[in-house]
């Protein structure tokens, strides 16, 4: 992800947990524009993040990509909150080792209507293969079991 942003020399600001911020690699990575979140604390990320974009002009923030870990059957929706709520597209990006090609999508402006949002990613995604595909789930949030289409 930082060397796509590098090569299309984008700034870049991306979460991640914030035990990989301890010191010495926490100054670099925080140099190379991470920010650390702390998710085991009832924090209200989605809400901070709606103000950094609110105050930092041209901020484009990166949320690493599900499957990493270990298989989820629902991602995790903050970013697609966060997107809602500041005003601000979401652009897919991806690295499909199966092809062996990456890059990034069009920009997708969500809407109210999380399914068809969220349709937008399984489209996009259909096809792709992870580097660990045994531990990359279904393309859904769990909001998408809560409306009505």
């Known amino acids: 992800m930082l060397l796509f942003a590098a090569a299309f020399d984008i700034k870049v600001t991306w979460m991640a947990k914030h035990s990989l911020f301890l010191p010495p690699m926490g100054w670099v990575l925080r140099a190379m ?6 998710r085991n604390k009832n924090q209200n990320v989605v809400s901070a993040m709606v103000a950094a974009f609110e105050t930092v002009p041209h901020l484009v923030l990166v949320v690493p990509t599900e499957g990493t870990r270990e298989k989820s059957e629902y991602w995790k929706s903050g ?4 997107a809602r709520q500041a ?3 979401i652009v897919p990006s991806f690295l499909d080792f199966g092809n062996k090609r990456g890059g990034f999508g069009p920009p997708l402006s969500v809407t109210d209507n999380v399914q068809n949002d969220m349709q937008y990613f399984r489209d996009f995604y259909f096809g792709m293969i992870g580097k660990f595909p045994e531990q990359f789930g279904p393309v859904r949030l769990r909001e998408e079991d809560n409306t009505t289409p």
């Open 79 to 82: 970013f697609y909150h966060i």
């Open 33 to 38: 524009g991470g920010m650390p979140i702390t």
């Open 87 to 89: 005003g601000v597209p």
